[in-house]
């Protein structure tokens, strides 16, 4: 059974880990499927009784009331403990994936687009972006910073169609926190029961994402991450997540084809890394950085005013000393971007793990 799984998520995208940089911005994605499925929907309550008053005493109304919101309690709790365990078992599914794709960047990265389109300034869901699964749709995927994540939408999309009940915002969060954990990285303490958005007519508009050379990059990363309710402290920490993955100059613009780090892969080989091991999830790409001594390993502009800034600067010097604080850091604000914008069902969400 275990081979069979994986022969169809090979076949779905034999090159779908080519792509890592979650600042790429460059040649439109090819086209997707445009699939929409909403996830498990909550029993609504029955129908109130209509007994004549003089049929039940009061004691009785209270407790016919009182059994019929236990039922719908019941109800409610088998249908979320229905989709956590679809969505463990959907886990262990991307764990396969990754032992053999080593996708872990470009799954990150699909987390994080389709959150990072949040707007703390619109109420309403869903033109407030965030994590609402609609990076599925072409008109998004095709957004010069999403280059290349079609391949990810790949990768996951038999996995979806072996769960069809599960999100698309839940699948992309899941993936994305799951690759982070199996890279060496912290327990990233998640919350599931997103909503999908049901039509590409609900992406958002481009340039949301974060631009990776602009002119004034701390300037620039303020502005974006601020516009999601971000800080600074959580701009720099987010930043780390670039110990993974290689950025490809076909797609973005930046970074060298290949470099002694990528040449031989793992996966499709070239594109130039932030770090030397760049499968494993550590605070290297803040020791990096800051020495900027190896030719062979990428610094963006958006990365070196991480050292530059006075503010980000404090706590880029704590996370190349202490990963053990980068680690805490990083999980608490993975959590919250990957909830940015989401709409629960139920309100409050659940967890996979206690």
Same mark, same amino acid.
């Given at each position: 059974m275990a081979a069979q799984r994986l022969a169809a998520l090979h076949a779905a995208a034999p090159s779908a880990f080519s792509?890592?940089?979650?600042?790429?911005? @460059?040649?439109?994605?090819?086209?997707? !499927? $445009?699939?929409?499925?909403?996830?498990?929907?909550? =029993?609504r309550a029955a129908a109130t009784l209509r007994?004549? =008053?003089?049929?039940?005493?009061? #004691?009785?109304?209270?407790?016919?009331?009182?059994?019929?919101?236990?039922?719908?309690?019941? !109800?409610?709790?088998?249908?979320?403990? !229905?989709?956590?365990? *679809?969505?463990? +078992?959907?886990? *262990?599914?991307?764990?396969?994936?990754?032992?053999? $794709?080593?996708?872990?960047?470009?799954?990150?990265?699909? @987390?994080?687009?389709?959150?990072? $389109?949040?707007d703390k300034n619109i109420?309403?869901?869903? #033109?407030?972006? /965030?994590?609402? /699964?609609?990076?599925?749709?072409?008109?998004?995927?095709?957004?010069g910073a999403n280059a290349g994540l079609v391949n990810a939408l790949k990768l996951v999309q038999p996995i979806k169609d072996k769960y069809p009940n599960i999100s698309y915002a839940d699948l992309f969060q899941l993936a994305s926190a799951t690759a982070i954990e199996e890279a060496g990285g912290p327990k990233i303490p998640m919350t599931?029961?997103?909503?999908?958005?049901? @039509?590409?007519?609900?992406?958002?508009?481009?340039?949301k994402l974060p631009d990776a050379g602009p002119s004034a990059p701390a300037d620039h990363l303020r502005k974006v991450f601020y516009r999601m309710g971000?800080?600074?402290?959580?701009?720099?920490?987010? !930043?780390? +997540?670039?110990?993974?993955?290689?950025?490809?100059?076909?797609?973005? @613009?930046?970074?060298?084809? *290949?470099?002694?780090?990528?040449?031989?892969?793992?996966?499709? =080989?070239?594109? #130039?890394?932030?770090t030397a091991e760049w499968l494993k999830f550590d605070n290297s790409y803040f020791k990096e950085i800051?020495?900027?001594?190896? #030719?062979d390993l990428l610094v963006l502009p958006t990365d070196a005013a991480l050292f530059e800034d006075p503010t980000f600067k404090v706590y880029a010097e704590k996370y190349a000393e202490d990963q053990e604080a980068f680690f805490k850091d990083y999980a608490g604000a993975h959590a919250k971007l990957s909830n940015l914008g989401a709409k629960f069902n139920p309100p409050e969400g659940f967890t996979l793990d206690g």
């Open positions: 792509s890592t940089s979650s600042a790429s911005h @460059g040649r439109p994605a090819a086209r997707s !499927s $445009t699939t929409a499925l909403l996830p498990v929907a909550l =029993p007994a004549a =008053p003089s049929r039940l005493l009061p #004691q009785e109304a209270k407790a016919a009331g009182s059994g019929r919101s236990v039922r719908c309690m019941a !109800s409610a709790s088998a249908a979320v403990a !229905s989709g956590a365990a *679809e969505l463990k +078992a959907a886990r *262990e599914d991307i764990r396969e994936l990754l032992k053999t $794709t080593h996708c872990h960047p470009i799954l990150v990265r699909l @987390g994080w687009h389709d959150s990072g $389109t949040y109420k309403e869901w869903p #033109q407030r972006g /965030g994590a609402n /699964g609609s990076l599925r749709f072409d008109v998004e995927l095709k957004h599931y029961g997103r909503i999908d958005v049901t @039509g590409p007519e609900q992406c958002p508009p481009e340039g971000l800080d600074d402290k959580e701009i720099v920490v987010l !930043s780390g +997540a670039h110990t993974l993955g290689r950025s490809r100059p076909e797609r973005s @613009g930046w970074g060298k084809p *290949e470099t002694k780090y990528t040449k031989n892969g793992p996966g499709a =080989p070239g594109g #130039q890394s932030w800051k020495e900027k001594r190896d #030719q």
